[in-house]
T-cell receptor, first 112, second 110 residues
Framework: DAGVIQSPRHEVTEMGQEVTLRCKPI?????LFWYRQTMMRGLELLIY????????DSGMPEDRFSAKMPNASFSTLKIQPSEPRDSAVYFC??????????FGDGTRLSIL | GQSLEQPSEVTAVEGAIVQINCTYQ??????LSWYQQHDGGAPTFLSY????GLEETGRFSSFLSRSDSYGYLLLQELQMKDSASYFC???????????FGKGTMLLVSP
Protein backbone atom coordinates (compact mmCIF):
# COMPACT_ATOMS: atom_id res chain seq x y z
CA ASP A 1 0.00 0.00 0.00
CA ALA A 2 1.18 3.51 -0.75
CA GLY A 3 1.97 5.57 2.30
CA VAL A 4 1.48 9.27 2.81
CA ILE A 5 2.94 11.07 -0.19
CA GLN A 6 4.37 14.55 0.08
CA SER A 7 5.76 16.84 -2.57
CA PRO A 8 8.15 18.37 -3.18
CA ARG A 9 10.80 16.58 -1.12
CA HIS A 10 13.02 19.64 -1.13
CA GLU A 11 12.23 23.28 -1.78
CA VAL A 12 14.65 26.16 -1.86
CA THR A 13 13.28 29.60 -2.54
CA GLU A 14 13.88 33.24 -1.77
CA MET A 15 12.10 35.09 0.98
CA GLY A 16 8.90 36.73 -0.09
CA GLN A 17 8.00 33.94 -2.48
CA GLU A 18 4.90 31.81 -2.13
CA VAL A 19 5.50 28.20 -1.11
CA THR A 20 2.98 25.40 -1.56
CA LEU A 21 3.47 22.00 0.03
CA ARG A 22 1.31 19.08 -1.02
CA CYS A 23 0.12 15.93 0.67
CA LYS A 24 -1.79 12.84 -0.38
CA PRO A 25 -2.97 10.87 2.68
CA ILE A 26 -3.42 7.14 2.85
CA UNK A 27 -6.68 6.11 1.23
CA UNK A 28 -9.43 5.61 3.78
CA UNK A 29 -7.80 7.73 6.47
CA UNK A 30 -10.11 10.45 7.71
CA UNK A 31 -7.64 12.49 9.75
CA LEU A 32 -4.84 14.55 8.24
CA PHE A 33 -2.19 16.47 10.18
CA TRP A 34 0.45 19.04 9.19
CA TYR A 35 3.57 19.30 11.38
CA ARG A 36 6.69 21.42 11.34
CA GLN A 37 9.99 20.12 12.72
CA THR A 38 12.96 22.23 13.74
CA MET A 39 15.89 21.61 16.05
CA MET A 40 14.76 24.33 18.42
CA ARG A 41 11.06 23.58 18.67
CA GLY A 42 10.87 19.89 17.81
CA LEU A 43 7.79 18.47 16.12
CA GLU A 44 4.93 20.94 16.25
CA LEU A 45 1.37 20.38 15.10
CA LEU A 46 0.24 23.17 12.81
CA ILE A 47 -3.28 22.13 11.82
CA TYR A 48 -5.39 19.03 11.45
CA UNK A 49 -8.42 18.02 9.41
CA UNK A 50 -11.16 15.47 10.02
CA UNK A 51 -13.17 14.40 7.00
CA UNK A 52 -11.64 17.31 5.04
CA UNK A 53 -12.78 19.89 7.60
CA UNK A 54 -10.17 21.93 9.50
CA UNK A 55 -10.66 21.19 13.20
CA UNK A 56 -7.84 22.97 14.98
CA ASP A 57 -5.48 25.48 13.40
CA SER A 58 -4.20 26.95 16.66
CA GLY A 59 -0.68 25.79 15.80
CA MET A 60 -0.48 27.81 12.61
CA PRO A 61 2.16 30.40 13.46
CA GLU A 62 0.89 33.37 11.50
CA ASP A 63 -1.61 34.50 8.93
CA ARG A 64 1.04 33.86 6.33
CA PHE A 65 0.28 30.17 6.75
CA SER A 66 -2.85 28.59 5.33
CA ALA A 67 -3.98 25.02 4.70
CA LYS A 68 -6.73 23.47 2.65
CA MET A 69 -8.14 20.03 2.06
CA PRO A 70 -10.42 20.20 -0.96
CA ASN A 71 -11.03 16.44 -0.98
CA ALA A 72 -10.17 13.28 0.91
CA SER A 73 -7.05 12.60 -1.13
CA PHE A 74 -5.30 15.97 -1.20
CA SER A 75 -4.18 18.74 1.10
CA THR A 76 -1.96 21.79 0.73
CA LEU A 77 -0.03 23.95 3.14
CA LYS A 78 0.77 27.39 1.78
CA ILE A 79 3.14 30.05 3.06
CA GLN A 80 2.80 33.51 1.58
CA PRO A 81 5.03 35.44 1.84
CA SER A 82 7.78 33.11 3.03
CA GLU A 83 10.48 34.17 5.48
CA PRO A 84 13.84 32.61 6.42
CA ARG A 85 12.48 31.57 9.83
CA ASP A 86 10.00 29.31 8.04
CA SER A 87 12.88 27.04 7.06
CA ALA A 88 12.12 23.62 8.52
CA VAL A 89 11.00 20.12 7.62
CA TYR A 90 7.24 19.97 7.11
CA PHE A 91 5.52 16.64 7.62
CA CYS A 92 2.07 15.50 6.70
CA UNK A 93 0.51 12.57 8.55
CA UNK A 94 -2.78 10.72 8.31
CA UNK A 95 -4.65 8.14 10.30
CA UNK A 96 -7.90 6.27 10.51
CA UNK A 97 -10.17 6.12 13.53
CA UNK A 98 -8.26 4.96 16.63
CA UNK A 99 -5.19 4.14 14.56
CA UNK A 100 -1.62 5.46 14.81
CA UNK A 101 -0.50 8.32 12.64
CA UNK A 102 1.44 7.54 9.48
CA PHE A 103 3.89 10.20 8.37
CA GLY A 104 5.07 11.16 4.93
CA ASP A 105 8.76 11.62 4.14
CA GLY A 106 8.47 15.37 4.64
CA THR A 107 9.36 18.46 2.67
CA ARG A 108 12.67 20.08 3.56
CA LEU A 109 12.08 23.79 3.07
CA SER A 110 14.85 26.37 2.89
CA ILE A 111 14.00 30.05 2.59
CA LEU A 112 16.97 32.18 1.61
CA GLY B 1 -1.31 22.32 28.27
CA GLN B 2 0.88 19.30 28.00
CA SER B 3 4.58 18.84 28.65
CA LEU B 4 6.83 15.84 28.11
CA GLU B 5 10.35 15.22 29.31
CA GLN B 6 12.76 12.72 27.81
CA PRO B 7 16.57 12.60 27.75
CA SER B 8 18.15 14.36 24.80
CA GLU B 9 20.69 11.66 24.09
CA VAL B 10 21.47 8.08 25.04
CA THR B 11 24.46 5.99 23.96
CA ALA B 12 24.84 2.22 24.00
CA VAL B 13 26.75 -0.59 22.29
CA GLU B 14 25.52 -3.25 19.96
CA GLY B 15 23.79 -6.13 21.68
CA ALA B 16 23.01 -4.11 24.79
CA ILE B 17 19.66 -3.10 26.28
CA VAL B 18 18.65 0.54 26.58
CA GLN B 19 15.70 2.23 28.24
CA ILE B 20 14.39 5.63 27.18
CA ASN B 21 12.24 7.31 29.78
CA CYS B 22 9.40 9.75 29.30
CA THR B 23 7.55 11.71 31.95
CA TYR B 24 4.54 13.80 31.12
CA GLN B 25 2.23 16.38 32.60
CA UNK B 26 -1.17 16.63 31.03
CA UNK B 27 -4.82 16.76 31.84
CA UNK B 28 -7.15 14.09 30.56
CA UNK B 29 -4.41 11.62 29.66
CA UNK B 30 -5.54 9.05 27.13
CA UNK B 31 -2.43 7.18 26.00
CA LEU B 32 1.30 7.26 25.30
CA SER B 33 2.83 6.51 21.91
CA TRP B 34 6.41 6.01 20.75
CA TYR B 35 7.81 6.94 17.34
CA GLN B 36 11.19 6.33 15.74
CA GLN B 37 12.82 8.75 13.32
CA HIS B 38 15.99 8.10 11.39
CA ASP B 39 17.94 11.18 10.41
CA GLY B 40 15.96 13.16 7.88
CA GLY B 41 13.25 10.55 7.60
CA ALA B 42 9.60 10.12 8.47
CA PRO B 43 8.66 9.38 12.08
CA THR B 44 7.35 5.83 12.23
CA PHE B 45 5.02 4.38 14.83
CA LEU B 46 6.53 1.88 17.27
CA SER B 47 4.04 1.27 20.06
CA TYR B 48 1.11 2.55 22.07
CA UNK B 49 0.16 2.16 25.72
CA UNK B 50 -3.36 3.04 26.77
CA UNK B 51 -3.31 0.98 29.95
CA UNK B 52 -0.69 0.41 32.63
CA GLY B 53 1.81 -2.30 31.94
CA LEU B 54 4.16 -3.61 29.33
CA GLU B 55 3.55 -3.94 25.60
CA GLU B 56 6.02 -6.07 23.68
CA THR B 57 6.72 -5.98 19.96
CA GLY B 58 9.76 -7.99 19.00
CA ARG B 59 12.92 -6.40 20.34
CA PHE B 60 10.99 -3.31 21.47
CA SER B 61 8.81 -3.00 24.56
CA SER B 62 6.97 -0.05 26.01
CA PHE B 63 5.76 0.47 29.54
CA LEU B 64 3.26 2.85 31.09
CA SER B 65 2.44 3.84 34.66
CA ARG B 66 -0.49 6.24 34.63
CA SER B 67 -0.25 6.89 38.37
CA ASP B 68 3.36 8.03 37.97
CA SER B 69 2.77 9.85 34.65
CA TYR B 70 5.71 7.88 33.34
CA GLY B 71 6.54 5.55 30.54
CA TYR B 72 9.57 4.06 28.88
CA LEU B 73 10.69 2.41 25.69
CA LEU B 74 12.96 -0.61 26.07
CA LEU B 75 15.14 -1.68 23.18
CA GLN B 76 16.85 -5.06 23.43
CA GLU B 77 19.63 -6.67 21.41
CA LEU B 78 20.58 -3.29 20.03
CA GLN B 79 21.66 -3.09 16.42
CA MET B 80 23.47 -0.32 14.58
CA LYS B 81 20.28 0.38 12.63
CA ASP B 82 18.55 1.32 15.89
CA SER B 83 20.56 4.55 15.93
CA ALA B 84 17.78 7.12 15.54
CA SER B 85 15.68 9.60 17.45
CA TYR B 86 12.85 8.28 19.59
CA PHE B 87 9.84 10.40 20.50
CA CYS B 88 7.20 9.85 23.12
CA UNK B 89 3.83 11.46 22.43
CA UNK B 90 0.71 11.86 24.53
CA UNK B 91 -2.88 11.83 23.43
CA UNK B 92 -5.38 13.48 25.73
CA UNK B 93 -9.00 12.44 25.97
CA UNK B 94 -11.31 14.41 23.78
CA UNK B 95 -8.51 15.27 21.40
CA UNK B 96 -7.53 13.60 18.18
CA UNK B 97 -3.99 14.91 18.22
CA UNK B 98 -0.62 13.96 19.68
CA UNK B 99 1.79 16.20 21.55
CA PHE B 100 5.37 15.07 20.98
CA GLY B 101 8.37 15.25 23.28
CA LYS B 102 11.59 16.77 22.00
CA GLY B 103 13.03 13.36 21.24
CA THR B 104 15.92 11.20 22.44
CA MET B 105 18.80 10.58 20.08
CA LEU B 106 20.08 7.02 20.49
CA LEU B 107 23.61 6.34 19.31
CA VAL B 108 24.56 2.69 18.99
CA SER B 109 28.26 1.96 18.64
CA PRO B 110 30.02 -1.28 17.66
Amino acid sequence: DAGVIQSPRHEVTEMGQEVTLRCKPISGHDYLFWYRQTMMRGLELLIYFNNNVPIDDSGMPEDRFSAKMPNASFSTLKIQPSEPRDSAVYFCASRGMNQPQHFGDGTRLSIL
Amino acid sequence: GQSLEQPSEVTAVEGAIVQINCTYQTSGFYGLSWYQQHDGGAPTFLSYNGLDGLEETGRFSSFLSRSDSYGYLLLQELQMKDSASYFCAVRTSGYSTLTFGKGTMLLVSP
